[in-house]
Every structure is written in C-alpha cells, then in structure tokens.
C-alpha cells in the first residue's frame, strides 16, 4: 500500500482527509487506531504524533517488496517514509502532490486566487471551526450513540451564527468561499458542515450558506465516508 492513514473509521478528522483523498483519487489504507483504549497516548504512537492525535499519514512510494529496492537505488523519492500530521498539513501536501495528476486546482497557482484560497483557509481555521466543530462533534456523538451535551450546542450556537453571517455575504458573491471555482477551503469544512446540518437547521437561516453546504454535502467524495471511513484501494 503506498499511502497510510493512521486513524479511526468514525472521527471527524479522519474524515477530513479520506475526503481530500477521494477528490484527488489516491488510494489509501487506513490503519485504525484504538482511541477508546487510549492507543493514541501510548509512547509508540507519540513517537509519530507527539500530541496523541490522529490522524497522522505516512507515504511510501511503492508497494513494501519493492521498497528496499527503491531505497537504495539512486531513484527513491525525498518523502518516501515521510509522515505527516495536522489535517489541513496534510491536505495541502495531498493536493501539491497529486492535484495536477488528477486534473484539479484545489490550491490555485495564480497569486491573487492562490492568496484568496489562504484567507479562506485561514477564515474556515478562525472563525468557522471553533464553534462549528463543537456544535458538529455533539451531533456526531450522538448519531454514533456516544453521548450528547446540549449546552455545548447553546454556548457555541451564538458565535457560530455570528460566524454565519460573514459567510452569507462571502456565498452571495461567489459560488465558493475563495471564489467560483470549488478549493481546498471549501473541503477543510468536511465533515463538520454536515455533520452541524444533520442536528439543527442553522444553515436555513443564511440562504447562501445553506446552498453551499448541500452542494458540499452532495459531493462523491463527501458521501463516500459519510458513514465512516474504509481503506480505499481502488476508485
Ligand atoms: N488539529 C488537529 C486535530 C487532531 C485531533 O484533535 N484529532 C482528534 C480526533 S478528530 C483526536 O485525536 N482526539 C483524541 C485526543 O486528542 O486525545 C488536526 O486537524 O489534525
């Protein structure tokens, strides 16, 4: 397998990148790891993510017979063994790598959508996740049976409408929140976006908002892990 998820089927941040997977068509193993036992804060696992947090990945540029192979010949790739962690880390490093191969310009080249893709990045990190990603792990936990707090709903549901309303204005100008054409940004909002529109109709009120997120919630990539994550060898 050449590229290894470190992860869990359910959570949210592994969602995030088997998303940025699919869109960009990289086949990929998940190797799960047992949270509820904590394998996550054992020192073996912090050797390679030193907070105790998945998902992390590791590449490899071929498949494991080969790889002695390709490590001493004069031909294996600086980041073969490389791991990464931090979601919107690795979701930058999945599209520089693999975006012109699949055809996709989810990280705009030219300097002035290049910098709009950032501030939208930077927007979606600041002012969308904070309360979003509270509100969206309740429903969550919920669907899954885990457990349900509805006063972390009510404490974060007045910044996050606050939030909202920016990304009205945003939505009403462009189709995506970096310009026209769909980026990066826009899928750093799975799976919270949907997860936020499963437990409460917020989006209705902010129109635009509402029909971004059903056109997000509507994409193969998106639907693929809905319901969880799985290794994906094959598109
Ligand atoms: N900012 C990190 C957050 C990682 C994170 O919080 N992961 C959660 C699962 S979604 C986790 O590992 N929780 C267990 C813990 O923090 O102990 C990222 O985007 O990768």
């Known amino acids: 397998?050449?590229?290894?998820?470190?992860?869990?089927?359910?959570?949210?941040?592994?969602?995030?990148?088997?998303?940025?997977?699919?869109?960009?068509?990289?086949?990929?193993e998940l190797?799960?790891?047992?949270?509820?036992?904590k394998q996550n804060k054992t020192e073996e696992f912090k050797k390679y993510q030193p907070f105790g947090q998945i998902p992390y990945i590791v590449r490899f540029s071929c498949f494991p017979s080969a790889r002695l192979l390709v490590l001493l010949?004069?031909?294996?790739?600086?980041?073969?063994?490389?791991?990464?962690?931090?979601?919107?880390?690795?979701?930058?490093y999945l599209v520089a790598?693999?975006?012109?191969?699949?055809?996709?310009?989810?990280?705009?080249?030219?300097?002035?959508?290049?910098?709009?893709?950032e501030q939208a990045a930077a927007f979606e990190q600041s002012n969308f996740d904070p309360a979003g990603s509270e509100i969206?792990?309740?429903?969550?936990?919920?669907?899954?049976?885990?457990?349900?707090?509805?006063?972390?709903?009510?404490k974060n549901m007045p910044l996050f409408e606050q939030r909202l309303e920016g990304y009205n204005t945003i939505l009403g100008k462009t189709r995506y929140l970096a310009g026209d054409e769909l980026t990066l940004a826009d899928l750093f909002h799975?799976?919270?976006?949907?997860?936020?529109?499963?437990?409460?109709?917020?989006?209705?009120?902010?129109p635009n908002v509402a029909c971004w997120v059903k056109e997000?919630?509507?994409?193969?990539?998106?639907?693929?892990?809905?319901?969880?994550?799985?290794?994906?060898?094959?598109?």
């Not at 190797?31 to 036992?37: G, M, R």
């Not at 010949?73 to 930058?92: K, N, V, W, Y």
Request: proline share 5%.
């Open 190 to 206: 799975l799976p919270i976006a949907p997860f936020v529109a499963e437990g409460s109709d917020v989006f209705e009120k902010y």
């Open 31 to 37: 190797i799960k790891i047992d949270l509820k036992n």
């Open 73 to 92: 010949s004069a031909s294996a790739q600086d980041d073969d063994g490389f791991i990464l962690f931090e979601t919107r880390a690795i979701g930058r």
């Open 97 to 117: 790598k693999h975006q012109a191969g699949a055809g996709l310009e989810l990280i705009p080249s030219d300097p002035k959508k290049h910098a709009l893709f």
């Open 1 to 28: 397998m050449v590229l290894k998820v470190y992860g869990s089927d359910v959570t949210t941040c592994t969602r995030r990148i088997a998303t940025i997977l699919h869109e960009l068509q990289v086949p990929f």
């Open 216 to 235: 997000l919630s509507a994409r193969p990539s998106w639907l693929a892990y809905k319901d969880g994550v799985v290794s994906t060898l094959a598109y």
């Open 136 to 154: 969206g792990l309740q429903f969550h936990l919920r669907r899954l049976g885990w457990g349900f707090d509805q006063a972390v709903v009510d």
